[in-house]
């Protein structure tokens, strides 16, 4: 069962979801969190830096697990998740070293890096709570639209929409994006207790309705989360969008005026800006 919050501002879910990180921190000091890159958790990972600053929110019992890396870089390189995850969560929060796990994309052997992520999981008790970021083309972690999908952690080929949404990340330079990565699996995520799904901007609208409402599917990976019995969809107006054109009856907790023109050319500004950002 998927239950659908929809928030005014990408700020304002940022904020929620961060407060319910830390909630959850405190009911369970050693929770197991799964955690996603991309440019929509770099909010929610500065309001989780900003509560630990104010002493709301405790990591020094927790334990993470990344969804996944590029294949090749070294966890040093500033272009990789790794370093992603340093500068935007891990320097700025009371997490132990030791109890931070990604994998290794310069693994000789991959295959034995994926089996060794698996058992790591397992050692920890499992996810408690996975956090998802959603690709323009419906995959989560890089577990890419297919006509299969691979249920465990596996070494996977990015399409070439998916390494220019990431390009951003190495300069630009589609070329400099590595073809390949390494990922959690399908049945690795939906092993998680709880998973909490994010997307913002309007550039999402499609894939979170499909996700929400369409068939399950591998051409659209983000809609095995359907099959999971505890997921939280939280998304801003612009990414709840289509849901509002198609399910009249489900917008009622919001306004009608979402889509009216001020707020449809605020969202198409917004969204250009988004597409021009940097990751950082
Ligand atoms: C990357 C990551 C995904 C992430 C996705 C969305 O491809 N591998 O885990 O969810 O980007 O990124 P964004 O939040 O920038 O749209």
Known sequence: MMRIRVFDTPLGLARACARDIARALSARPGLVLGLPTGRTPIPLYRALARLHEAGRVDFSRATTFNLDEFLGLVAGDPRSYRAFMQRHLFNHVNLSPRRIHFLNGTARDVDKECRAYERAIDRAGGIDLQILGLGLNGHIGFNEPARALIARTHRTRLKPGTRRANAALFGHRLGAVPREAISMGMATILHARRVVLLATGVTKA????????????????????????????????????????????????????????????RTKSWARRRRNSDWG
């Open 206 to 265: 499609r894939r979170v309705e499909r996700m929400i409402r369409g068939p399950v599917t591998p051409r659209l990976p983000a809609s095995f989360l359907q099959l999971h019995r505890n997921v939280d969809v939280w998304i801003d107006r612009p990414a709840a969008s289509n849901l509002e054109l198609s399910y009249p009856t489900f917008s009622s907790s919001f306004s009608r005026a979402s889509t009216s023109s001020p707020i449809a050319s």
